[in-house]
Structure formats: structure tokens, C-alpha cells
């Protein structure tokens, strides 16, 4: 189906035009139209329109209702739980987990195409889900990798940016600068200042993320081997037969099929985490103000190198390799762990990789990644290690009657994993999540721009306020 023609169909989004005809305004000769595979679009424009009905169906018959109330401790401790944005690509259950379009991970696991031989669920795959709200077949996961390679070329001026930093910046740090520079390939921002319509905002909006996906590979291994070899030029592949973790493998220098399955499977974990998470609410709050993909991102990975969101995973492993040493050689046990974790949370430290925010079962990406180690690496000292942990840590957290979810996260296991392959560089580890997570925090901006979401522009109060709101009330119902 030609592009054009996709276009010239009409469907509305709370009551206006969400397409407009070919023929439209917007389509000057100065706006170039994005260049995506027809059927990728045809998929979006399907979904889009369900949700578009969805969408108006809303805004006449529930617009004005509450979704619940907010507590004073919501709105000091961080905003938890407190229900105010649409996020349409995933979503978290205290209990069941993270589930993408409604499916879980063992599941995903079981649908999504796999790389001929391999076992693991291609990233791209979960990508097309999270765009179309289908599982693809093998064939339309080719279509979107050869999306992504046509749009995988990063420019000199960005490796040129990162060499004017010094050799031993963090690799975060260099990541979100990298992404900066590269927002000068920016299609919606040039869209948007030649003046398109707001109702094409995602087609741009989509141009932009494929090519966020398609070159943060190729900036992040540059990035590793600067900070940590000997600063060669990276040359993505061009061969259709290579996906795209195994692309990103090879750059940084590890090629072997076994690791390949890895990557699949660490890239497939770490992608969503429905939008309230730090990196994801970044990545949507300045995307919001209109700001283009790549500037948005960068935001986001601003946020997931911070020791509370991203950056725990490298955490998690230091504290695991603090228990090498103290273990001297000697085989753990559940004796000796129980001593250094107790130790840990009365020297007023936190045990990295257990609990999470909103999750009450064990992480069900971790889960995932215990079960390769258990098929691949049942024998590997570190991983022995990390299942006493598994065994010992969360009764020691439940005793304390302070921790509400004791069980491990997805950052307890990421480093045991990438170690027994010799991937030894921790501070790297957070640059793997975030090349993960772009395809998730993408994904739900080209839908925001589907959705026609506003700036998002939450209300804040001071102390005093929230003090003499919560007095007048107690007065009133005294009164009553």
C-alpha cells in the first residue's frame, strides 16, 4: 500500500481528525513525509483508531469522574500510586508484574519470533508489539530490523562530541551527551519548525524514535570502547541475518552466539516498565512540551543513571563482589550471607536488588534471568552466590517489618549474568539498560503524540498548605 494512500484515510481522536487527506495543507512542498515500511503504519493507524473511539468515548461519558483520592503521604513521598498519566505500551502489577499489551513475560517468552537457533524473544519483535499492539510474525520483525538499519548511521559530529570528553567520564554521562548531539537528525524538529499539523505529530514523532532505536547501539558500544578499550571506531552491520542485539554484541567486541542470547534477552527485560519510572516519566514529561525523541530520551537516560533507578544494578553487583572478597575463596553459605546482609542494614545501608516500588512478588525479570542461569551457567561460582542470596536476603528483609516488598529485582541478577561472559565493566552495566529502555520510553512517545496528550503541568503546594488543608478539614468534620 502506498504511503500516500495510508495518509489519505480519516479517523478521529476526540472528535478531530487524527489523518487528514493527502491533499491537506500540512503536506507543503517544505514538510518532508517520514519514509516508514507502509505496513508498520497501517498497524499503528489500526490500533490508533480503537483508541482514538476509545478516546472520545472518555471524554463524553467520564470526563469529569475521579479516579481516586491522594493522601498527604502521595504527595510527599514521591507521588506513588497516585494515578494521573496514560500510558498504553505496558503495565505494572504489584502481583503479577510487568505485562507489555496486557501480555506477561513467560509469555512473551512463548510468542515473540526468535532468532533462527536461538531461544530468546527478539527485542525488535517486542518493539512492534508495543507499537501496534499485535505479536509479529518473523517476517514483519525483518520489515522493522530493516527499518532500523537504514536508520542505524550516526554522524561524525557525535563521536567528535564524545572525544571532546575525558576518557574516563562515566558512561552514562557520555550516553546522554551522545543522544544530545545526535538531536541535529532530529525529523519532527525540523518538521515542526517548517510548520506541520499537529494532527501528523506522530508520524514524525515515529521517524524520530526508529532512529533513536536504530543508532543508540552503535553510540553506546563507541561509548565502551573509548571508556574501556582502545577507542576504535564502531561500523554497525548491514547484513540482514544479523538482528539487532547481536549487532550491538559484536560492536562491543563479544560475538559469540550464547552471549548473542543474552543480549536478547537483557534488552527484552529492561525495554518497559509502564511510564511512571523515572527514565520513562523523564522521557514523557519533556517530550510533552513538544521537545523532539532524541532531546526527550536524553532526558530520560539523565534519569536512569541516577543510584536509585538505573544505575542500581551496578550497585547491586559491587555489594555481590564485597561478598566475593569477604568469602576468601570459601564456598557461600546461607550462614555467612545472612551475617554480611544483617551487617549491611545495621550499618544504615540498603541491600541493593531487593524490593522495588511498586512490584510485591519477586521480579518476574529476574525470574527470566535466573532460569537462563539455571539452563546456561548452573555452575558458575558467582550465580551460586546470587541464588543464596535468593534463599536468605528476603526473610532477613521481612523480620525488619520495614521493607514492604522483600523479594529481588531485576538489577539483583543482571551483573552475575554479564560477568560469566567476561562483561567485567559495571559502570557500563546502566548504558546496556538504557539502549534497553529506549525502545520502550519511544514507544510510549509516539503514542502520547497518537493520543494527542497535553504538557503534562502537575499542581504543587508547600508544606504550609498541605498543613493548614489537613486542619481546616479535622475542624470541619469536628464541627459536623
Known sequence: MAFRSLISRNFSLGGSKFLQPANARFFSAVVSRPDVAPVLLEKIEGLGKAKALQMKRLKAEHWTKTLGQVSVEQCIGG???????????????PERGITFRGLSIPQLQEKLPKAPGGNEPLPEGLLWL?????????????????????????????FDAL????????????????????????VFADAYAKGMNKKDYWLYALEDALGVIAKIPVVAAYIFRRSFGDGEMVTPSTDPNVDWSANYANMLGYNTPQFHELMRLYLFLHADHEGGNVSAHATHLVGSALSDPYLSVAAGMAGLAGPLHGLANQECLKWIMDVVKDLNGKPPTEEFV????????????????????????TDPRYTAQ????????????????????????????????????????????????????????????????????????????????????????PKSVPL????????????ARMRT
Not at 549491611?344 to 516500588?357: E, Q
Not at 546470587?386 to 521481612?398: A, G
Not at 525488619?400 to 557500563?428: I, M, R
Not at 548504558?431 to 504538557?455: E, K, N, T
Request: aromatic letters at 8%; a neutral charge; proline letters at 6%.
Open 79 to 93: 507521588g506513588r500510586s497516585i494515578k494521573s498519566m496514560v500510558t498504553e505500551t505496558s503495565e505494572l502489577d
Open 338 to 361: 545472612q551475617k554480611l546482609a544483617e551487617q549491611t542494614l545495621s550499618s544504615g545501608r540498603v541491600i541493593p536488588g531487593f524490593g522495588h516500588a511498586v512490584l510485591r512478588v
Open 370 to 457: 535466573r532460569e537462563f542461569a539455571l539452563k546456561h551457567l548452573p555452575d558458575d561460582e558467582l550465580f551460586k552466590l546470587v541464588d543464596v542470596c535468593f534463599k536468605t536476603i528476603p526473610p532477613i528483609l521481612q523480620k525488619t517489618g520495614k521493607v514492604k516488598n522483600p523479594w529481588p529485582n531485576v538489577d539483583a541478577h543482571s551483573g552475575c549474568l554479564l560477568q560469566h561472559y567476561g562483561f567485567k565493566e559495571a559502570e557500563y552495566f546502566t548504558v546496556l539498560f538504557g539502549v534497553s529502555r529506549a525502545i520502550g520510553v519511544m514507544s510510549q512517545l509516539v503514542w502520547s503524540r497518537i493520543l494527542g496528550l497535553p504538557i503534562e503541568r
Open 464 to 475: 504550609d498548605w498541605i498543613e493548614e488543608f489537613c486542619e481546616m478539614s479535622q475542624n
Open 130 to 158: 508495543l507499537l501496534t499492539g499485535e505479536i509479529p510474525t518473523y517476517p514483519e520483525v525483518q520489515i522493522l530490523q530493516g527499518e532500523l538499519r537504514k536508520r542505524q548511521d550516526v554522524p561524525k559530529h557525535v
Open 163 to 186: 572525544n571532546a570528553m575525558p576518557k574516563g567520564t562515566h558512561p552514562m554521562t557520555q550516553l546522554v551527551m551522545g543522544l544530545t548531539a545526535l538531536q541535529t537528525e532530529s
